[in-house]
């Protein structure tokens, strides 16, 4: 059975609950400023972020643990 997360901008770290149980299931700290929605696809999320020079990069980090699986400049 598949499960299924939410993740939401706590304002310095990026918090991941597992939907059906609304138990923290994760964490990821995110290198800068999130801007734009997150887009959850199967078991992974992605996000853009601002980065401190003004640069953009985006980010895909694997559910529920928060691990990076790549990143881009944007």
């Not at 939410?6 to 310095?12: E, L, P």
């Not at 800068?32 to 078991?43: C, E, N």
């Not at 990069?57 to 400049?73: A, E, I, N």
């Amino acid at each position: 059975m598949s499960k299924f997360y939410h993740v939401r901008d706590s304002g310095t770290v990026l918090v991941v609950t597992n939907a059906e149980t609304g138990m923290q299931a994760g964490v990821i700290s995110p290198r800068g400023k999130v801007t734009g929605p997150f887009q959850i696809s199967g078991d992974k999320v992605s996000f853009t972020v601002q980065l401190v020079n003004g640069s953009f990069l985006g980010c895909v980090h694997k559910l529920p643990s928060g691990q990076l699986v790549t990143q881009f400049r944007v």
